[in-house]
């Protein structure tokens, strides 16, 4: 889906363009554990929470030491940008090289996990072989759960995130392509985990999808839909009394849904930490025959969403 140029005459009278495009943060990770853990103290799902911040504080552990990643050469950037590809796609970028990181954030979380189930997870998860590893991180990335353990989903999921951060960051701001297919990330292609409506300076009110997987930001109008774009009969449910800061954005035309995150109204919210404490919004809208956009690496498949 190709987006209207803003007008050079507006552009002259004042009017700042759009900023399309948010690049990931190094700090994504010790964030999300942060706010997590702020979360979890009283939750109905508070050990999961717990485990979840731990987690993310192993990833972020894990990013400050990750190697380098393989990153596309500038005649693969250019090829990609020239076409609408993203330059990170998982297709292309799934290399071995994750599974190092992973067994490290399995250490960590043998040792402070505050579960035992946990660290028994974890324990077993070390001893896979490569081909194991691969094969879950594979069924993962194409959103194939019928054969993946649902326990050991969230520590693959994390060791992914990482490898995939890891190379945006690397990119940075230029790591995205213009002309990606509407609703999939520009720098890997998949899909958003939940939408932002940024609260402050160029971006206040404008909407924002994150990345399930590298955690960048880019820019979709808001009340589309963040699958199928239609404008049509899309409608916002919520859960009186619990957080009004967040709504299930859903589709009657494709009967897919994406929470939306009003940072306007609470602006320590952060993407998946809110999602994973929101998952009763989610068995409402699973209720009334809705699907869920992209996933929550965090979360076991199988679980309410």
Same mark, same amino acid.
């Given at each position: 889906? @190709? ?10 009278? /004042?009017?700042?363009?759009?900023? +399309? ?36 504080? !192993? ?15 500038? /005649? ?21 090289? $994750? ?5 490290? &954030?399995?250490? *960590? ?6 579960? @035992? ?6 324990? +077993? ?5 490569? !081909? @194991? ?11 194939? *759960? ?9 520590? &693959? ?6 490898? $995939? ?17 509407? %609703? ?20 206040? /009110? ?10 960048? +930001? $880019?820019?979709?109008?808001?009340? =589309? ?13 919520? &859960? ?6 967040? =709504? ?8 897919? *849904?994406?929470? &939306?995150? *009003? ?13 994973? !404490? ?15 956009? %992209? ?6 498949? %199988?679980?309410?969403?």
């Amino acid at each position: 889906m @190709t987006r209207k140029k803003v007008p050079d005459s507006l552009l002259a009278s /004042g009017v700042p363009s759009i900023p +399309e495009f948010r690049p990931v943060s190094d700090g994504v990770f010790a964030s999300r554990a942060r706010r997590l853990l702020d979360l979890a103290p009283g939750h109905a799902i508070e050990g999961y929470l717990r485990f979840a911040s731990e987690l993310a504080a !192993a990833q972020a552990i894990e990013l400050e030491r990750y190697p380098d990643a393989p990153t596309p050469a500038n /005649g693969q950037l250019h090829h990609c940008r020239g076409h609408g590809l993203p330059p990170l796609s998982v297709n292309n970028l799934f290399t071995p090289g $994750w599974r190092q990181g992973l067994r490290r &954030i399995l250490d *960590y979380m043998r040792v402070q996990a505050t579960t @035992t189930a946990a660290a028994h997870v974890a324990r +077993e998860l070390s001893d896979a072989d490569g !081909a @194991t590893l691969d094969q879950g991180a594979a069924q993962l990335l194409a959103g194939d *759960y019928n054969e993946l353990d649902p326990a050991r989903a969230p520590f &693959i999921g994390a060791a992914l995130q990482v490898h $995939w951060v890891k190379m945006a960051l690397n990119l940075g701001a230029d790591g995205r392509s213009a002309g990606v297919d509407f %609703g999939l990330c520009p720098v890997c292609g998949s899909p958003p985990v939940v939408g932002l409506i940024r609260s402050g300076g160029a971006e206040r /009110g404008l909407r924002y999808l994150v990345c399930s997987l590298c955690a960048s +930001e $880019w820019h979709v109008v808001r009340i =589309k839909c963040s699958h199928c774009a239609s404008t049509k009969d899309v409608k916002y449910l919520f &859960i009186d009394g619990a957080n009004d800061a967040i =709504k299930a954005e859903c589709c009657g035309d494709c009967k897919t *849904y994406l929470k &939306i995150l *009003y940072l306007d109204q609470d602006n320590q919210m952060e993407s998946l930490a809110d999602d994973l !404490a929101t998952l009763a919004l989610d068995m409402l809208v699973d209720e009334q025959g809705f699907q869920r956009v %992209g996933p929550n690496l965090l979360l076991s498949p %199988g679980s309410p969403s």
